[in-house]
């Protein structure tokens, strides 16, 4: 069975302080496919990255960057010098291969950006 | 903007009764996915159709039910509302093929009194 762990509950940084935020996931599957969403306190879900398993390079927008690690099953978030507007709850996902796609998601960290 | 609709976005209702919520996918998406989010928890996923079929079933209790439409859109009826119904409930969509990310709608805000 698929499965996404997110270990932090809730994390409180000072604002321009660096962030990762942890996500572990377990599958058989050889292809699968990750994601992040981020759920800000106006409460709309926003879709912010997807990655396929067969593509372990990392990747940087803006302030944002992933880590994938097949190895560790790690696909860890790292927000550099983080703002008040950063502050939102942030879940990792985890979707199949398969037609009509199963998504399992993690239960979310809470990240709190302190001014 | 996601591309889901879903309506409305907020729902107050009485214990007992049932209520109806919509939702509209993105342009082209084939799957639909069904979330409640209680206060402060996270996504607990109830349902899911493809291209009109029931695809996959969570945590869904017997008095809720849903279905898929011949144009995509999808009901989620509640029935017989508890208190412990209140939450948000949130509908998602995907072209359904193993790479396409959820988009999600606003959500629904149902306040059970």
């Known amino acids: 069975a698929q499965k996404v762990t997110q270990a932090q509950t809730e994390i409180s940084v000072v604002e321009k302080e660096d962030v990762t935020l942890d996500c572990v996931y377990e599958?058989?599957?050889?292809?699968?496919?990750l994601f992040w969403y981020k759920q800000p306190p106006s409460g709309e879900l926003v879709f912010l990255i997807r990655?396929?398993?067969?593509?372990?390079q990392n990747e940087i927008s803006g302030r944002y960057s992933w880590n994938f690690q097949k190895s560790t099953s790690s696909f860890n978030f790292t927000i550099t010098a983080s703002q008040v507007v950063d502050s939102a709850v942030y879940f990792c996902?985890?979707?199949?291969?398969?037609?009509?796609?199963?998504?399992?998601f993690g239960p979310g960290t809470r990240l709190s950006v302190l001014p | 903007d996601s591309g889901v609709t879903q309506t409305p976005k907020h729902l107050i209702t009485a214990t007992g009764q049932r209520v109806t919520l919509r939702c509209s996918p993105r342009s082209g998406d084939l799957s639909v996915y069904w979330y409640q989010q209680s206060l402060d928890q996270g996504l607990q996923f109830l349902i899911q159709y493809y291209n009109g079929e029931e695809r996959a079933k969570g945590n869904i209790l017997e008095r809720f039910s849903a279905q898929q439409f011949p144009d995509l859109h999808s009901e989620l009826n509640l029935s017989s509302l508890e208190l412990g119904d209140s939450a948000l409930y949130f509908c998602?969509?995907?072209?359904?093929?193993?790479?396409?990310?959820?988009?999600f709608g606003n959500g629904t805000r149902l306040t059970v009194t």
């Open positions: 998602a969509s995907s072209a359904g093929e193993g790479n396409s990310p959820l988009h």
């Open positions: 990655r396929n398993s067969f593509d372990e």
């Open positions: 996902a985890l979707s199949d291969h398969n037609y009509g796609q199963n998504f399992v």
């Open positions: 599958t058989r599957d050889t292809t699968y496919y």
